[in-house]
């Protein structure tokens, strides 16, 4: 039998099988079928097959333990060595059998004595509960005589209660014996592999790098790892670009060596000559090119190639590492290779006034929020693009489009630009009939139409904005990085409009996947921190991310209105108010609509300041008027009306509420139902009606829980213990009624019964029968205790008085 190469020391074997011995991924099928052969009964020897790394060992290995025989199973490691050993499944046993090592040439069956080889084995063994498992490993290239030696040892364990599987990279001995099975361990599936990757590094990788990888090491786990050992954090997150390797690495080199060395020269030469370009970063963006499907190994195809090199001839180069000047800032800017855009790709925005790339630069700087340059006139447009450079902002090709929605699409882009600069727009009808006539028009990027959808949330048209994701929802199969990621932050504000936590999360995940980062920038930051808070009452944090470049004025408005709802949802009222504050001076026209986030700052400085001192710091920050457009969609229309009833100052704010919960626009989603719910509840409880507010609070409770938003039950318990530890459930001032409250009122000041009863023109008995009832509902005994209380606790009604 040939003998491959010598163990290097039991260290090595150890630290070798504790590398492999871990989660194995995507091997659900051939873990069964391992398992079912280790405890069937037919006499057969199962060969696992499969180049080295791609997960032979850990895959037998994770099978025989789920299978019960982890203390029962040996596996024998180096079998055609001079030195052959034996180790138990966790490695922390070892027994030498060099005794038994297997000669260069197996003349007869009999010249192996695999009768004691087994009594060695089965005796250092011992006996375990589960299958005798022999697991043979690294056999490497399973020649004829290989075969029969293994058959002869399979024949001998199988009458000593001992069944046989081993490992080969290859196979020279077909046909085998039809008592042999062989299982094929084919390449990892992206998903599996980015889960393999995942456990290994500590960067998260993006999905369009995983497939590069997995590409590259044609699925192969130790392969993708040796590559991505070489690569930068940024590069693995897609912050920078990665084209793919410039030379194979060692373990490349230990992979495909045996097959590198059975190439014929003309094979050699095809292969060395195969282009080996990566897919461009984008899309599904991992659709492969014609020549990825004629090479099965792009890293024997490489090695080849650098064997022509050493032979003198030329090396063909990536074409994607040969672009340069505005070619490669576009790739930087649609890959959103943003760690490349500071250093490299503005310059030659600036440098290079081109309409497309202008165009491309403004709709990642307005999708992500973050700005790399000043410019003279506020806006991200070089000097020199011309007009034209809106078309390639809003259209994939602006041939053909309509004179009419082009010049559309100038103005919105020109008003947005205003509004990222100074934060001013001065016709919101403007720019809302200009997105009617462009939002129809096909073919449209999809960096462009998350801008639309940004823009009439902003306007609080939040069914134009479904429409919009609903009619472009057929995207290019193109798609770059940017129009992919961007399609799912343009879903992420339409579900934080509607409250829709939990989708909110699943389309930032999305995006995620294939850009790290988007979690580090603030848009996305904050619909997270939002949606955290009403899914799981996680307390928001509000720190700044450290990142390369500046946030505009408008993302971090809208990034401090996302905090102050989430501190909201929390029961953080005081912070709230400060966040919200901020939101609207920086940003006066946030995603989430004017209305609903001067709703919640009136929430939250109604929760957290006395009644009575309310009124002058509200309207100080409800100047701009709201256009009745800006609460035509129904949910904005209920958010206006809880934000009317939060204002009234007619003495009746129940009636307000009332009629604000039963009268708003129907059907009212559930995200406002519970918004009008607790506002009313905490609105009665800090005004005396505690029996009222804890009501409807503990409607509140029920809907969040039915509805996917327990984090507002946080903020519930949190209001009510605040509300106990200042002073208890306090007095019911808001339950009385207007003329209980007028007769509460005389009889502060002194007056009698009957002084009462003339004042309000009624009997004195009903005076007393009222007077009475307004002492059981306050909780007191008599006219003295209200005095005391009026003195003590007043209510903002009395106080006017």
């Known amino acids: 039998m040939a003998m491959s190469t010598a163990s290097s020391g039991a260290r090595a074997s150890r630290a070798d099988s504790r590398g492999r011995d871990h989660v194995v991924h995507g091997r659900d099928r051939e873990l069964r079928l391992i398992g079912h052969f280790a405890t069937d009964l037919d006499p057969t020897v199962l060969v696992v097959r499969g180049l080295s790394g791609i997960g032979k060992t850990a895959t037998v290995i994770r099978a025989l333990k789920q299978v019960g025989a982890g203390s029962s199973a040996v596996r024998v490691v180096r079998p055609c060595s001079p030195r052959p050993s034996a180790h138990d499944l966790e490695n922390n046993r070892r027994i030498d059998l060099s005794a038994w090592s297997v000669p260069d040439h197996l003349e007869h069956d009999t010249d192996f004595d695999a009768s004691g080889f087994l009594r060695a084995v089965s005796a250092w063994a011992g006996s375990g509960t589960g299958p005798r498992v022999l697991f043979v490993d690294d056999v490497g290239v399973l020649t004829a005589a290989r075969a029969r030696w293994l058959q002869h040892l399979a024949d001998e364990a199988y009458g000593q209660d001992w069944r046989v599987i081993a490992a080969v990279r290859s196979i020279a001995a077909e046909p085998l014996s039809d008592d042999v099975e062989v ?84 094979t050699m030469t095809a292969l060395a000559a195969a282009p080996l370009g990566a897919a461009p970063l984008g899309g599904a963006a991992l659709a492969r090119r014609d020549g990825r499907t004629a090479v099965r190994h792009p890293l024997l195809a490489l090695m080849c190639r650098e064997a022509r090199g050493t032979d003198g001839e030329s090396r063909e180069a990536h074409p994607e590492r040969d672009v340069t000047g505005a070619r490669a800032t576009e790739r930087i800017l649609d890959g959103l290779h943003l760690d490349e855009l500071p250093a490299r790709a503005w310059a030659v925005v600036a440098a290079t006034p081109g309409p497309r790339l202008a165009a491309r630069a403004v709709g990642v700087s307005l999708m992500t929020g973050r700005t790399w340059m000043d410019h003279r006139d506020g806006a991200l447009v070089p000097d020199g693009v011309g007009a034209e450079w809106t078309d390639h902002l809003w259209w994939r090709d602006p041939a053909g489009v309509p004179a009419e929605a082009r010049a559309a699409g100038a103005r919105v882009a020109a008003a947005l630009l ?164 901020i939101a609207l001076e920086h940003c006066a026209w946030p995603y989430r609509g004017r209305v609903q986030v001067r709703c919640d700052l009136v929430e939250a400085v109604m929760a957290s300041t006395p009644p009575g001192r309310v009124g002058p710091r509200i309207e100080r920050l409800l100047e701009p008027v709201v256009a009745p457009e800006e609460r035509s969609a129904v949910d904005v229309a209920a958010a206006w009306s809880r934000l009317q009833a939060l204002l009234a100052d007619d003495g009746t704010p129940s009636a307000a509420f009332e009629t604000a919960l039963h009268a708003a626009p129907v059907p009212m989603s559930p995200w406002q139902r519970v918004r009008m719910l607790v506002a009313y509840g905490r609105y009665a409880v800090t005004r005396g009606a505690r029996t009222t507010g804890t009501a409807l609070l503990d409607e509140a409770r029920t809907l969040v829980r039915l509805a996917g938003m327990a984090g507002w039950l946080r903020g519930i318990d949190v209001f009510l213990a605040e509300t106990d530890a200042n002073g208890g459930s306090g007095p019911e001032w808001e339950v009385l009624g207007r003329h209980e409250r007028e007769m509460v009122r005389l009889a502060v000041h002194g007056a009698t019964n009957s002084q009462i009863a003339q004042a309000t023109f009624v009997s004195e008995r009903t005076v007393v029968n009222r007077l009475r009832q307004a002492y059981t509902t306050l909780g007191i005994r008599d006219r003295r205790d209200l005095v005391r209380l009026a003195e003590t606790r007043p209510p903002a009604w009395l106080a006017g008085g």
């Open 183 to 266: 299982l094929e361990l084919g390449p990892l599936d992206r998903g599996s592999l980015r889960r393999a990757l995942d456990m290994e590094l500590s960067v998260p990788v993006a999905a369009d790098v995983v497939e590069q990888l997995r590409w590259w090491s044609a699925g192969n786990p130790r392969l993708a790892l040796e590559l991505a050992g070489a690569l930068s954090g940024a590069e693995l997150r897609g912050d920078a670009s990665w084209t793919g390797p410039e030379t194979a690495g060692s373990a490349a080199r230990r992979v495909y060596r045996a097959m590198l060395d059975g190439l014929d020269p003309a």
């Open 418 to 581: 205003r509004l990222e600069g100074t934060g001013e727009l001065p016709d919101p009808e403007g720019l809302r009939a200009g997105l009617r006539l462009l939002g129809p028009t096909p073919g449209q990027d999809w960096v462009g139409v998350e801008i639309q959808v940004h823009a009439l949330l902003m306007l609080g048209d939040v069914v134009g904005a479904r429409s919009l994701l609903a009619d472009h929802s057929g995207a290019a199969a193109e798609s770059t990085v940017a129009e992919i990621v961007a399609r799912d932050l343009a879903a992420a504000r339409v579900a934080a409009f509607d409250g829709r936590a939990a989708d909110v999360r699943a389309h930032l995940a999305h995006a995620a996947e294939l850009r790290p980062s988007v979690d580090e920038w603030l848009p996305a930051r904050g619909l997270r921190a939002a949606a955290d808070a009403v899914v799981d009452g996680t307390l928001p944090a509000s720190t700044m991310p450290a990142q390369a470049g500046s946030w505009s004025a408008r993302a971090l408005g809208e990034y401090a209105a996302d905090l102050g709802a989430a501190h909201l949802v929390v029961g953080q009222a005081e912070g709230a108010v400060a966040l919200l504050t």
